[in-house]
């Protein structure tokens, strides 16, 4: 059955059950707290339907070239209440997603949401480089400053402009529509922005750090406007006059307690840092490290701030502790299951009913239009004041350009609070995926090039490379195993920031360094001051493999090791088929060489004759290195030579007979007369050690050594090692 026909069985299976399901659910909610039980159930099926829809949006989406964040949001869209997920059938006669009265997802859905976002910006928080962000503020608060007044002013024009057409009437820049729609364009996605800077690698650049430091700022602002707008709304709504001092009252204390935050959690880090290492364990430590992101998020939240914000500041003030990538290593897991969550119940706030009419669309796209101008306007303008070439202020300018969770976020305030129309929410959602799929494509296009973004360099820090070479692979894999183990016992947190290129970063208080292991090479970046630390590190290493090396200088049992290769007891091993990578064209039934040499080159040659192998001279080298290391001669007549080679896309195997037998150099000293040459991929996963188990297992039964040596063909010989022509040996 094919994985497709798999997944319509389940799918079938499903919802055959689902009714009795639903039914049996119901019952039991009439039977106890019927309206809460009820919710949590509703909430963990809208939880696993969720995830899967996000999963394969994302991935989608992933394949198509563009972010998977917009396949987590289309996927909300289609699953949401206001598409299937409203979709009535047995026992759920509102569907999976019913709308609710004051909101269109549930409170607990939506509280999943926010949590999240809170994780999101924690996690960006800590992927800041705050050395950079020193460096770049200036123009962050350019840049922020910038984004937001052009965008606002867009925002508000293009609403005051083309009322008469959407709305039917004519409205004045104060209108709540046109205030709300100039909020929601001066918001910037951090999330969205990050993540692709992350993937690409250089949210640690100077356009990157400017980017983050704009778009906190930006966002900090944007929660500004949405506090004046708020204010504005609710003078205008209950017939007062605007008190204009009491809305710079609200945006010198949202500034005021932003930058205090921050500057107070930048100077206190250290301690933060210290305080969280009393908590044994690295997951403790995230979890702790977290926990008071939320904390920070609600108090942020209750002095009149976005919660993100609070989330922020908090990984912000961890950014630059040695316990940084700890926390991100150990929150990873909870990261890929929230984040997603939150992207899909965003989308699941679109009504589509609301912007189904033709203006409203054309509309929606001439405001995603000016949205897009608005930031690349200014943002980009104000960079090129601050030492960025035209390049530089370009990635900025659509750096800048997504919008996501703040923008989302102060829609769904309007929609709340009644101050923003659903139709006007569907456009605000527009203008959110139509700049988000705009910006991924064309800022990863700009960060392509790798030409200067900057009219004169500035030098942050000295970065030094040392590089320390060894023989081989091996030795270098067991080299870096030493020296972390020798870190870690100095206190350093060790962490595995990219596994595809084997990066580890260690840090300890302020010592930052980063070492990649390379296949014959280990290469420290490190500051200038660490050089030293560096060289004593390795001088430990060292002295710790010349320990390794004497010890593995005692004599090893090589004898015992390969008698217990071919146990004789092998009644309760698995079978594994061998035909899968043998047949009778590899079998030789009279070798002609008279030598341990001539007896591999002999099968490599069927192997290479038969296209198995890229390069007959590499199999030959990786095979005579393992005969080096240890002899694959084994007793009762048996040897198997084997090795690891990327001269090989899968297991090969060669099989040949010598009934005169040839010194192989087994161990217990007899002529070896049954060959088994097998060749498995190195850089890539193979069932070689089941492979080589069963081999062991077919030759341990001296039965079928005997009916191999008696064998006349190699059609015989394929039967015999493949349990499938005991029946035949006996004609």
């Given at each position: 059955m094919c994985r497709m026909q798999k997944i319509i069985a389940f799918l079938s299976l499903f919802l055959l059950f689902l009714p009795s399901f639903a039914l049996a659910m119901e019952t039991t909610n009439s039977a106890a707290e019927p309206n809460m039980t009820h919710r949590m159930m509703m909430l963990a099926i809208q939880l696993g339907l969720i995830m899967v829809a996000a999963r394969v949006g994302g991935n989608l989406f992933d394949k198509l070239k563009l972010p998977a964040v917009l396949g987590e949001l289309c996927a909300g869209m289609l699953i949401g209440p206001y598409a299937l997920g409203s979709l009535p059938f047995s026992g759920f006669p509102q569907g999976l997603f019913p709308l609710y009265s004051s909101f269109p997802v549930s409170p607990e859905l939506y509280g999943f949401a926010t949590i999240a976002s809170i994780l999101l910006l924690f996690i960006v928080g800590l992927e800041t480089d705050v050395n950079l962000f020193r460096h770049f503020y200036r123009a962050g608060v350019a840049v922020g400053l910038g984004g937001v007044i052009v965008s606002f002013l867009f925002g508000v024009m293009c609403m005051v402009t083309f009322a008469p057409y959407v709305l039917g009437y004519s409205i004045d820049h104060m209108h709540p529509s046109a205030l709300f729609l100039g909020a929601i364009s001066s918001a910037t996605s951090v999330g969205i922005t990050a993540r692709i800077l992350s993937d690409k690698r250089q949210i640690g650049s100077p356009e990157g750090v400017t980017i983050l430091a704009g778009a906190v700022i930006d966002d900090v602002l944007?929660?500004?406007?949405?506090?004046?707008?708020?204010?504005?709304?609710?003078?205008?709504?209950?017939?007062?006059?605007?008190?204009?001092?009491?809305?710079?009252?609200?945006?010198?204390?949202?500034?005021?307690?932003?930058?205090?935050?921050?500057?107070?959690?930048?100077?206190?880090?250290?301690?933060?840092?210290?305080?969280?290492?009393?908590?044994?364990?690295?997951?403790?430590?995230?979890?702790?490290?977290?926990?008071?992101?939320?904390?920070?998020?609600?108090?942020?939240?209750?002095?009149?701030?976005?919660?993100?914000i609070g989330a922020y500041v908090m990984g912000l003030s961890l950014s630059k502790t040695d316990i940084n990538h700890v926390v991100q290593e150990q929150l990873h897991n909870i990261y890929s299951f929230l984040v997603p969550i939150f992207f899909c119940v965003m989308g699941m706030l679109v009504n589509f009913k609301a912007i189904s009419s033709v203006p409203l669309l054309i509309f929606g796209f001439v405001y995603s239009v000016m949205a897009i101008l608005a930031k690349v306007i200014g943002c980009g303008v104000p960079a090129l004041?601050?030492?960025?070439?035209?390049?530089?202020?370009?990635?900025?300018?659509?750096?800048?350009?997504?919008?996501?969770?703040?923008?989302?976020?102060?829609?769904?305030?309007?929609?709340?609070?009644?101050?923003?129309?659903?139709?006007?929410?569907?456009?605000?959602?527009?203008?959110?995926?139509?700049?988000?799929?705009?910006?991924?494509?064309?800022?990863?296009?700009?960060?392509?090039?790798?030409?200067?973004?900057?009219?004169?360099?500035?030098?942050?820090?000295?970065?030094?490379?040392?590089?320390?070479?060894?023989?081989?692979?091996?030795?270098?894999?067991?080299?870096?195993?030493?020296?972390?183990?020798?870190?870690?016992?100095?206190?350093?947190?060790?962490?595995?920031?990219?596994?595809?290129?084997?990066?580890?970063?260690?840090?300890?208080?302020?010592?930052?360094?980063?070492?990649?292991?390379?296949?014959?090479?280990?290469?420290?970046?490190?500051?200038?001051?660490?050089?030293?630390?560096?060289?004593?590190?390795?001088?430990?290493?060292?002295?710790?493999?010349?320990k390794t090396i004497q010890s593995l200088q005692k004599p090893i049992d090589k004898e015992k090791i390969s008698k217990q290769l071919l146990a004789t007891d092998t009644s309760s091993m698995k079978k594994y088929s061998l035909a899968e990578y043998l047949s009778p064209g590899m079998i030789l039934a009279n070798l002609a060489a008279k030598s341990k040499e001539g007896v591999i080159k002999e099968l490599l040659t069927v192997l290479s004759q038969a296209g198995k192998i890229a390069s007959f001279d590499e199999a030959w080298a990786a095979i005579w290195e393992r005969e080096k290391s240890m002899s694959t001669g084994m007793e009762f007549g048996i040897a198997i030579p084997h090795a690891r080679t990327d001269c090989v896309s899968q297991i090969v195997c060669a099989i040949g007979i010598k009934h005169e037998g040839i010194d192989f150099d087994s161990i217990d000293g007899k002529p070896a007369q049954i060959f088994v040459l097998i060749l498995t991929p190195k850089s890539k996963h193979s069932p070689f050690l089941q492979f080589l188990s069963q081999v062991s297992r077919t030759l341990s039964d001296a039965a079928k050594r005997g009916q191999l040596l008696e064998a006349k063909d190699a059609q015989e010989i394929f039967q015999i090692m493949t349990h499938s022509g005991e029946n035949a040996a006996k004609k």
């Open positions: 944007g929660i500004v406007v949405l506090a004046i707008v708020l204010g504005v709304i609710n003078v205008s709504q209950t017939g007062g006059v605007i008190n204009w001092s009491d809305i710079q009252l609200i945006a010198a204390r949202a500034i005021g307690i932003w930058l205090i935050a921050t500057i107070a959690g930048l100077a206190i880090s250290g301690r933060i840092s210290t305080l969280l290492k009393r908590f044994q364990g690295k997951v403790a430590i995230a979890l702790i490290a977290f926990s008071l992101a939320l904390l920070l998020a609600g108090m942020f939240e209750q002095v009149g701030l976005a919660m993100i004041f601050f030492n960025f070439n035209l390049r530089g202020a370009l990635r900025i300018g659509f750096g800048m350009l997504p919008r996501g969770e703040v923008a989302l976020i102060m829609a769904g305030v309007g929609l709340a609070t009644g101050a923003f129309a659903p139709e006007m929410f569907g456009v605000a959602v527009l203008m959110v995926v139509i700049t988000t799929m705009a910006a991924p494509p064309i800022l990863v296009k700009l960060l392509k090039s790798p030409k200067k973004v900057m009219r004169k360099q500035i030098k942050i820090r000295e970065i030094k490379e040392l590089v320390f070479p060894f023989p081989n692979e091996e030795v270098t894999a067991l080299l870096t195993n030493k020296v972390l183990k020798i870190i870690e016992a100095e206190g350093f947190f060790v962490s595995l920031i990219d596994v595809e290129r084997q990066q580890y970063q260690m840090r300890r208080e302020n010592i930052v360094i980063n070492f990649t292991e390379h296949p014959s090479k280990l290469v420290f970046n490190c500051d200038e001051t660490e050089i030293q630390l560096i060289n004593a590190f390795m001088y430990e290493v060292i002295a710790e493999m010349e």
